[in-house]
């Protein structure tokens, strides 16, 4: 289907097309073991397979070292927002620092409150989170139980090319819209989550690496479901798991290491789909307006505005008409934005960029 290769949707994102192939025939019989991947018990010898083979993947995309736990959880991005503050707040009074940069890191950040003491170190509130804090306007604090951050804001399109903080304070971060699109410096944190939905899968599975270290003396009254040690001690297999969109995220990480060669090839090849993108903006005459400070651009998701509302209902009617899907902005701040993760291709970005040249020729 030519349409799931333009399809730029913020998240579920777009697959490699060889990964809904292989898909589609696991619907029906997944070669290796003749049944459909929708009937597989996940307590068979076939997905504790799948599951080492995943892990194993990750761990080599990353360079993953044998002190962090692999998980693959459920209830998404949000349920981290807060299993993270119930597991390594608790019983604290010094605050963990958060810093507010977008959509996404409100969520985390009034999630977080519930459960302890809280310092929001840096709010881009004020600039309508079109930019990210620089180094000085950072002022970590050693005493902290940890920090956190949200490594792109998905809605706004702003991204940091860094990591943040202290080496000796815990990192913990949401990669949910850049996870796996690059090389992330995965050592350095002591906890990081993403939800598979953007760059390596479907919805339902949320991975987390998490640091062995990290998990001493955390305490012990929480519901075996939101303890992470009891997802660790079943090797993310503590209640039925979500087999189906496991096995995606494997097709994925076999298509990033032996399609694509590695994280730092789709970086490249991510790098070279957003210049695409920006470049084009930035010679438009402000026929499109870039929504994110320069610096902090994201490579995934580029967010932008045309003159009038009207204008940009007007690009998305002609854009589906074109073929070309999913450029609606965030409901939260709207506009429009082109999500570029990694299954969406070189050519797609073209196709966009075509369409939107043409666009301004016919209505500039
Ligand atoms: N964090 C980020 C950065 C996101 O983009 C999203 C959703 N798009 C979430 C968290 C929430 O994820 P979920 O819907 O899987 O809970």
């Known amino acids: 289907n030519p349409n799931n290769e333009r399809n730029f949707s913020g998240g579920p994102g777009a697959l490699p097309a060889s990964v809904l192939q292989q898909v589609q025939e696991a619907i029906v019989s997944v070669p290796e073991v003749g049944l459909s991947i929708l009937g597989i018990s996940h307590r068979s010898d076939w997905f504790a397979a799948v599951v080492q083979e995943l892990e194993t993947n ?49 969520k985390v950040l009034t999630e977080a409150r519930k459960e302890g003491p809280i310092r929001t170190l840096w709010s881009g509130e004020a600039d309508s989170y079109r930019r990210l804090p620089s180094d000085a306007e950072l002022d970590f604090s050693p005493d902290a139980p940890y920090i956190h951050y949200v490594s792109n804001e998905t809605v706004e399109g702003i991204q940091f090319h860094r990591v943040l903080g202290r080496d000796d304070v815990p990192r913990v971060c949401d990669m949910s819209s850049d996870f796996l699109s690059k090389p992330c410096e995965a050592d350095r944190f002591s906890l990081i989550y993403a939800h598979a939905q953007k760059n390596i899968g479907p919805a339902g599975v949320t991975v987390v690496l998490v640091r062995d270290a990290l998990l001493q003396d955390v305490r012990d009254d929480l519901p075996g479901f939101l303890d992470y040690r009891s997802h660790i001690k079943a090797h993310s297999n503590y209640n039925t798991p979500p087999v189906f969109a496991i096995y995606v995220v494997l097709l994925v990480t076999r298509w990033l290491l032996n399609d694509i060669g590695g994280l730092e090839r789709m970086d490249a090849i991510n790098r070279r789909k957003a210049q695409a993108l920006y470049e084009f903006l930035d010679t438009s005459d402000g026929f499109y307006q870039g929504r994110a400070a320069t610096a902090d651009r994201s490579l995934m998701n580029v967010a932008f505005n045309l003159a009038t509302p009207e204008l940009e209902r007007l690009f998305f009617t002609e854009a589906q008409q074109a073929g070309i899907f999913g450029l609606t902005g965030h409901r939260a701040i709207g506009g429009v934005r082109a999500s570029l993760y990694n299954g969406l291709t070189e050519q797609a970005v073209a196709g966009l960029v075509d369409f939107m040249a043409e666009f301004r020729k016919r209505h500039g």
């Open 58 to 106: 990750i761990r080599t995309l990353l360079g993953l070292g044998d002190d962090y736990h692999v998980l693959f959880l459920q209830g998404g991005a949000t349920q981290q927002f807060s299993m993270v503050p119930m597991t390594l707040l608790h019983g604290k009074t010094v605050p963990a620092e958060y810093l507010l940069t977008g959509y996404w890191s409100g």
